[in-house]
């Protein structure tokens, strides 16, 4: 079954706690001539604006510089959909701020990067269709809103699979109509995952050192696993959906996406908020620390115990070598690491189909019409994809959508029986009774295979991947780079409780600190045979 994901809609503004900060500095030095950002990561990029070596306009200008020297030109790795027109004026004004002694917090100054299927205001929202690309939010959504409060500078919008891989049974993860094909910046034929695939590509050529990307099952880890990337799909409501298009209810969730586990906590901060208005965000409260920083230590997987779930593995035998090779990282770390088995492993994928079938024709609907979208129902989108079949579908068509539209209300008793066995499965009955069974801190597995070459007669080609359960039981998870198959990344997923973001993300930092696995990209056109 194909996984890839999204999230809700509306929008509120909730004001975001800024981390402890120093003093500001009063004067700000000019950079050298040329700012290299690339590999420069956002914790570091802000140490140089505290000590006054760098501004926020001058980050931001690099960074627009990088965008046009590789992402629209040289190895073309079109990550970018859109650029914000305003982000130069915004951080002008973000350096005024810090000029006159207020300092919002960590992310003050720092561009971020928003998957587009996110409202901001200035910028189409598209979920990637040509059909939406007069979308024009008239309000941010709630966690963009949150970014904007704590200083962030919304750089731009990435392109991402159409619909976020919700569209057809043969769709290209990376490609959509309004976008084009996103690359793989480690080799451009390969593909970057989906349906974050944009976020994933930018951040790992550093096109920006953090993102947002949004999850329903995979979107998130697989595109950071295969770019190389640390990517946290959270818990279903700790960060809102509001203002986001929408696949499921159930399971939809934005997260964070960067080089390394420092950024992406920062990142965390500001993402992670109560939102009443979303019908998952009222259980965060009570849920979410003052720094998700303060978790980050070298010694977190000391005295801890892990589960393996094998059956995940057997697809690829460098990767299961390299799965071998972090679990020694682990035990080296003082870890225990046991071998567990789901008894429920893959009977959640039919019921989970059935649920997203429902939820995303209730949800598509409500969002286009509170937007006031010119294409305003689910209907509207199949009749316009018919119409414009030429540019929409020239490699693949819209079966999912046709079977969504086909389906009732929330209140049908198919969906309802659906919806509770798959989170039964998935969850009460699968990691969470493995984790409770085993006395476990969190389960571990091979994120995904390495990165396939994008074919766009065939579609998709996967290989095994580990993220599944934890996606459909709603709960968190984490993937770090782990090791590479010629060249290629591959990450590592734990899995953990509902609400144990702190302890997964000491979990990755301490194993990254450990292993030292991340390497840059290099922008090979292709693997030699």
Avoid at 186 to 215: H, M, Q
Avoid at 243 to 261: E, W, Y
Wanted: charged content about 20%; proline content about 6%.
């Amino acid at each position: 079954m194909r996984r890839f994901a999204l999230c809700c809609a509306v929008t509120l503004l909730a004001a975001c706690k800024p981390a402890p900060v120093p003093a500001p500095v009063a004067h700000i030095a000019p950079a050298a001539a040329v700012l290299d950002v690339s590999e420069l990561s956002a914790t570091d990029a802000q140490k140089k604006m505290w000590a006054g070596e760098l501004s926020s306009h001058q980050l931001v200008q690099a960074y627009l510089d990088r965008i046009s020297r590789l992402d629209k030109s040289g190895p073309d790795l079109n990550a970018i959909i859109e650029l914000n027109p305003d982000a130069l004026k915004e951080a002008d004004a973000l350096d005024a701020e810090r000029k006159s002694g207020h300092v919002r917090g960590s992310l003050h100054g720092i561009p971020v990067l928003l998957k587009d299927n996110i409202d901001a205001v200035g910028m189409a929202n598209s979920a990637g269709s040509l059909a939406l690309a007069d979308n024009r939010p008239q309000h941010d959504a709630f966690l963009v809103a949150r970014l904007r409060e704590a200083g962030a500078v919304i750089l731009g919008k990435t392109n991402l699979s159409e619909w976020a891989n919700f569209r057809s049974t043969r769709s290209i993860s990376g490609w959509s109509s309004r976008g084009g094909q996103t690359h793989n910046p480690y080799v451009l034929d390969r593909n970057p995952c989906g349906s974050s695939a944009g976020t994933g590509t930018a951040i790992a050529a550093s096109l920006a050192s953090i993102g947002v990307g949004t999850e329903t099952d995979g979107s998130i880890i697989c595109p950071s696993s295969v770019a190389g990337l640390v990517g946290l799909k959270p818990t279903v409501g700790l960060i809102s959906r509001n203002g986001i298009i929408p696949i499921s209810v159930s399971q939809d969730t934005a997260g964070p996406m960067g080089r390394n586990v420092a950024d992406v906590a920062m990142l965390l901060n500001a993402l992670a908020g109560i939102d009443e208005g979303d019908p998952a965000g009222h259980a965060a409260a009570g849920n979410i620390p003052d720094d998700y920083a303060a978790f980050l230590k070298p010694d977190a997987l000391k005295g801890k115990r892990f589960g393996v779930m094998r059956q995940t593995m057997g697809f690829h035998p460098d990767v299961d070598a390299i799965i071998e090779k972090s679990i020694a990282a682990l035990k080296a770390a003082g870890a225990e690491v046991v071998d567990v088995k789901i008894d429920t492993y893959g009977k959640w994928d039919a019921p989970e189909l059935e649920v997203l079938l429902y939820e995303f024709k209730d949800g598509l609907n409500a969002y286009l019409k509170a937007a006031g979208a010119s294409t305003s129902s689910l209907e509207a989108l199949i009749a316009w994809d018919k119409a414009h079949a030429d540019k929409t579908m020239p490699l693949f068509g819209q079966e999912i959508f046709e079977q969504a539209q086909g389906k009732g209300a929330l209140t049908d008793a198919a969906y309802i029986k659906a919806r509770d066995d798959a989170r039964r499965l998935a969850g009460k009955e699968g990691l969470l009774t493995t984790l409770d069974k085993n006395n476990l801190d969190a389960v571990i597995a091979p994120s995904m295979s390495p990165a396939w070459p994008t074919d766009p007669v065939l579609g998709d080609h996967f290989v095994g991947a580990g993220y599944g359960i934890a996606a459909v039981a709603g709960t968190p998870s984490i993937t770090v780079p782990a090791g590479n198959v010629q060249g290629l990344p591959v990450g590592m997923v734990f899995m953990g409780r509902p609400w144990s973001e702190p302890e997964l993300l000491g979990f990755a930092y301490a194993f990254e600190q450990a292993t030292r696995a991340r390497k840059a990209p290099e922008f090979k056109p292709t693997l030699a045979p």
